[in-house]
């Protein structure tokens, strides 16, 4: 057999919610489709638009630039860290993909690979994961795992080119 396709990309809002549906999209591979998983251990990639932007105010252009963040402790690292005036910055949440206008869009296609990043599959360590995540035998463990050992600073990095799926999950 073969595939039409070398890969799949979703394309969903860049908050929890959409982190959330790339997850049970995953499962769902994994349940169903674990020998492609197996086959091709990086088919799945996630495309990533910004959450959020810090755009300089018209007074701060040219001494300012521009910023875009994946996600919220992204933003806030940045913001405890810059020496910039965060005053001179318009600072946009994104609400979703719908709030990309069609130039944010074309430019993200534009450079495409610096807007996906590899979800990929790694044998036991991925089925383990998933199995504590999505598998309805393991929701004791799983309320155990968010409630101790769930770490709120803990962000995907998007400027890699891969992760594994139990490092996104």
Not at 82 to 96: H, L, P, V
Not at 115 to 121: R, S, W
Request: aromatic share 14%.
């Amino acid at each position: 057999a073969s595939l039409r396709y070398r890969s799949v990309w979703l394309m969903m809002d860049q908050d929890v919610d959409g982190s959330h549906i790339v997850g049970l999209f995953y499962n769902w591979l994994h349940e169903f489709f674990r020998p492609l998983l197996e086959a091709i251990p990086d088919y799945v990639c996630r495309f990533w638009t910004p959450l959020i932007r810090a755009v300089p105010k018209p007074s701060a252009l040219k001494s300012y630039t521009f910023h875009e963040f994946a996600s919220k402790v992204e933003f806030l690292n940045w913001k405890e860290k810059t020496d910039d005036d965060i005053n001179k910055y318009e600072i946009i949440y994104q609400k979703g993909l719908g709030t990309s206008e069609g130039t944010e869009m074309r430019r993200f296609m534009k450079n495409h690979l610096e807007h996906t990043i590899q979800l990929k599959y790694s044998g036991e360590p991925s089925d383990d994961v998933l199995s504590m995540m999505f598998d309805d035998k393991n929701s004791d463990l799983r309320k155990h795992v968010l409630e101790h050992d769930y770490d709120a600073e803990a962000y995907v990095d998007y400027d890699e080119e891969e992760i594994p799926i139990e490092g996104f999950i």
